[in-house]
């Protein structure tokens, strides 16, 4: 079983390596001699590879080159996958700020739809603003939260310090708007998401992040409510909805930690509907695996999770 994440094998090992050596001047068979790991896997592994051939490069000689090296190698029981929801959100980001564009992304909770838009962000702090529905009482937070982040004025009525954050997003010379847990949106704010749509189209790219958010504002629309069909109309296409079956995800995953057994991953995977879950249960299982020095089985995992 491994407990070193794949950051950690393809990145962080790797160009502590490569810093090892340009900064003592030597070559690979330095880190050899000192890792006593043989030529042809201290290159595989300096490559970010970590297969030889068909055989996944056991953690130990990741161990011992770190240690060789002097990198201390921080425990961590999970880390950040390429899972498809992950990817098809990255792409509806990059596409938007591409195209200058409104989109929107709709996924259950725990299908990874405020991560992406946190990882997003961590790519572009420059340029991108992210607030949330659920984090402000009324519209006029709201518009302060945007505010503080593009470093507009907050002083003044709701609609001077909104005109004001349109304003900086326009004067950057990229900006990018995300709004997430959208369904959690108070009817105040449904008409400023339609002054932002109207005042940053084709300019700055605005998404909208939710759980049934699409559904969310065509009803209303229909039910004829003031400000949603407007904002719905806007949002009538560009829509990415998240996969909620993670079946193949589940099993990639655990591949990578370690987890090879197919009766832990059918248990998993009948069981796990989303990735906040699947965390916490995986989380937990390494940990008892590493303390009770056993491999994780379905027998465990019941143990564990029996309610």
């Known amino acids: 079983m491994t407990n070193l994440t794949q950051i950690q094998r393809t990145t962080d090992i790797p160009q502590a390596m490569q810093r090892f050596l340009d900064e003592r001047g030597v070559k690979q068979p330095e880190i050899v001699k000192l890792s006593g790991v043989n030529k042809a896997t201290v290159n595989l592994i300096s490559r970010g590879i970590e297969f030889n051939g068909n055989t996944r490069i056991s953690d130990k000689y990741y161990k011992q080159i770190a240690n060789a090296i002097g990198l201390k190698l921080e425990k961590a029981y999970w880390q950040h996958f390429n899972t498809f929801n992950f990817k098809q959100a990255i792409l509806t980001f990059e596409n938007a700020r591409k195209n200058k564009e409104r989109r929107g992304i709709d996924g259950d909770t725990g299908l990874g739809k405020t991560y992406a838009a946190t990882a997003f962000k961590k790519k572009y702090p420059a340029i991108v603003t ?49 709004i997430d847990e959208f369904e959690n949106s108070k009817k105040g704010i449904i008409p400023v998401i339609k002054y932002l749509a109207d005042e940053l189209e084709g300019v700055v790219p605005v998404v909208v992040l939710g759980i049934d958010v699409e559904k969310m504002l065509s009803k209303s629309a229909e039910k004829r409510k003031q400000g949603f069909i407007q904002v719905n109309r806007r949002w009538s296409f560009g829509w990415t909805f998240l996969n909620q079956d993670i079946t193949e995800d589940i099993t990639s995953i655990c591949e990578s930690v370690g987890i090879e057994r197919k009766t832990v991953i059918n248990w998993l995977t009948a069981r796990v509907k989303d990735f906040d879950s699947l965390k916490n249960i995986i989380t937990t299982a390494l940990i008892e695996s590493e303390k009770s020095e056993e491999p994780i089985t379905t027998e465990m995992l019941n143990e564990l999770f029996a309610n």
């Open 130 to 178: 992210l607030v949330k529905c659920d984090e402000v009482a009324n519209t006029k937070e709201f518009v302060i939260a945007m505010a503080e982040q593009v470093k507009a004025s907050t002083i003044g009525t709701k609609n001077t310090i909104l005109k004001a954050v349109v304003k900086k997003l326009k004067e950057k010379d990229e900006a990018f708007l995300i």
